[in-house]
């Protein structure tokens, strides 16, 4: 049996996108991937991650925001950049590990002035989806690693 591919997903603060793709990929790809998440910075679990993932099927509420010094020690295959500001400051990870950018909408940032929930959850949910819909190619659509 071949080892999982081993899989960064990395954001700026690791409190929604990120820990999302983490969430799908353990849910959907076990044994295939591999997957962790963190951050530049650590911001905490955002509540509302937790919630509509957990709406989906996906309870992500034991994952917590961990900073990317805390898993430069694992052999990842690929890192993930789930949003811009991550992808500009990505640091430079040893061995093999190839970046790859797939940017998704900041929920927490397009809803910091809606007053409604349910648009806010919407923008949280339409965001999950776009990310499941990502996860679900992985890992057809990385590509191939370079032998080092």
Known sequence: MQSPIRILFLCT???CRSQMA??????????LLEAHSAGIETHGLNPRAVQVMAEAGVDISGQRSKHVREVMDIP??????VCD???QHCPLFPGKARVVHAGFDDPPALT????DE??????YRRVRDAIRDYVQTLPE?????KEQ
């Open 112 to 115: 910091r002035h809606l007053t």
């Open 118 to 123: 349910g648009a806010v959850l919407a923008v």
């Open 13 to 15: 603060g690791n409190s």
């Open 22 to 31: 983490e969430g799908w990929a353990r849910h959907l790809k076990p044994g």
């Open 85 to 87: 500001h991550a992808h």
């Open 76 to 81: 990842f295959d690929y890192v993930i950049t």
């Open 141 to 145: 659509s990385l590509p191939e690693l």
